[in-house]
Nanobody, 129 residues
Framework: QVQLLESGGGLVQAGGSLRLSCIAS????????VGWFRQAPGKAREFVAA?????????YGRNRIVGRFTISRDNSENAVILQMNNLTPEDTAVYYC?????????????????????WGQGTQVTVSV
């Protein structure tokens, strides 16, 4: 089991940007894939994006995220980054990092909560009008 630590959340005005980071505490990422999910108050946890670490293939959730959010692996920081641009109040949520260690095989893309076996504690993102 890997301990995931998220950082980079905060309060930003609509139209602004945030850069979320997810690291595997005390070790190099050895997961098969890493994803980001988010959960707004009173709503179900929603898939945002995932990256397959072997070849950096990416997959994104609903269309309203595509073009605004970018997921990537940063080798220099040993982290998976979620760059979020042009934020809107609808993006307000707790953002969670999750890892798949390959125990379920090599299926791709991954987008369901059940396909990720390790989770971080989350980081709050609040977008004001």
């Amino acid at each position: 089991q890997v301990q995931l630590l998220e950082s980079g959340g905060g309060l930003v005005q609509a139209g602004g940007s945030l850069r979320l980071s997810c690291i595997a505490s005390g070790r190099t990422f050895s997961s098969y894939a890493v994803g980001w999910f988010r959960q707004a108050p009173g709503k179900a946890r929603e898939f945002v994006a995932a990256v397959r670490l072997s070849d950096r293939s990416t997959y994104y959730g609903r269309n309203r995220i595509v073009g605004r959010f970018t997921i990537s692996r940063d080798n220099s920081e040993n982290a998976v980054i979620l760059q979020m641009n042009n934020l809107t109040p609808e993006d307000t949520a707790v953002y969670y990092c999750a890892a798949n260690d390959g125990r379920f095989g090599s299926a791709w893309p991954l987008k369901d909560r059940s396909e990720f076996n390790d989770w971080g504690q989350g980081t709050q993102v609040t977008v004001s009008v």
